[in-house]
């Protein structure tokens, strides 16, 4: 902001270095571009990213369903496993079972489910979710956690753009310096040996 600042300050100063103006410009267009281009990239992002997501969760949706299986047994060392975040915004415990069920042409199934119901007992009614031919499936994804990883997606490029944005801004910056002083040690290299002598004008 300081660089921004003298792009104003230093317009009259009779003290003013071409290098002072372009590095106040230099960090003013920085400023822009992180303030305007990097929000933009991110909502654009996100929204492209929102209607991807929105479009799997429909698929998903339509290919899956949820049945009732009946339990067997508990599947062996069967532990009580936290639910996708990738699919679903709940963190519903799930338990590992074996259990039997129909597929939706009405063709027997069994095998290993996991299931957020807390009544595991042989016997007991479980709700899963199964694809179109039968076999278990995880739960379809659902919009609100969809549109979180939208999110995500969206302030991450920004905050990425912005880091992106600054790293280019120090670089010309540094380079800028860089010349500056390389001008300064040929200027003092051909007046030094002369500096303060009597009759080289000094």
Same mark, same amino acid.
């Given at each position: 902001?300081?660089?921004?600042?003298?792009?104003?300050?230093?317009?009259?100063?009779?003290?003013?270095?071409?290098?002072?103006? *372009?590095?106040?410009?230099?960090?003013?267009?920085?400023?822009?571009?992180?303030?305007?281009?990097?929000?933009?990239?991110?909502?654009?992002?996100?929204?492209?990213?929102?209607?991807?997501?929105?479009?799997?969760?429909?698929?998903?949706?339509?290919?899956?369903?949820?049945?009732?299986?009946?339990?067997?047994?508990?599947?062996?060392?069967?532990?009580?496993?936290?639910?996708?975040?990738?699919?679903?915004?709940?963190?519903?415990?799930?338990?590992?079972?074996?259990?039997?069920?129909?597929?939706?042409?009405?063709?027997?199934?069994?095998?290993?489910?996991?299931?957020?119901?807390?009544?595991?007992?042989?016997?007991? *009614?479980?709700?899963?979710?199964?694809?179109?031919?039968?076999?278990?499936?995880?739960?379809?994804?659902?919009?609100?956690?969809?549109?979180?990883?939208?999110?995500?997606?969206?302030?991450?490029?920004?905050?990425?753009?912005?880091?992106?944005?600054?790293?280019?801004?120090?670089?010309?910056?540094? *380079?800028?310096?860089? *010349?500056?002083?390389?001008?300064?040690?040929?200027?003092?290299?051909?007046?030094?040996?002369?500096?303060?002598?009597?009759?080289?004008?000094?």
């Amino acid at each position: 902001m300081r660089a921004v600042s003298g792009v104003w300050r230093w317009r009259h100063n009779p003290l003013r270095r071409a290098t002072d103006r *372009r590095e106040a410009w230099v960090t003013l267009v920085a400023l822009l571009l992180m303030v305007l281009a990097a929000p933009a990239l991110g909502w654009l992002c996100g929204s492209l990213t929102d209607d991807v997501l929105q479009e799997s969760v429909r698929s998903q949706q339509e290919q899956r369903r949820a049945t009732t299986a009946v339990v067997v047994r508990r599947a062996a060392g069967a532990a009580r496993l936290v639910g996708d975040p990738e699919v679903s915004s709940e963190r519903t415990p799930q338990t590992s079972v074996v259990a039997r069920w129909k597929a939706p042409d009405g063709t027997p199934r069994s095998g290993r489910v996991s299931t957020p119901s807390r009544i595991v007992d042989p016997g007991s *009614r479980v709700r899963i979710w199964t694809d179109r031919q039968g076999r278990p499936a995880l739960r379809p994804m659902d919009a609100p956690t969809a549109r979180t990883h939208a999110v995500l997606a969206g302030v991450g490029v920004a905050l990425l753009g912005a880091a992106l944005v600054e790293g280019g801004r120090r670089l010309i910056v540094w *380079r800028m310096v860089h *010349r500056r002083y390389e001008r300064l040690d040929r200027a003092w290299a051909e007046a030094g040996p002369d500096w303060g002598r009597t009759g080289t004008g000094s």
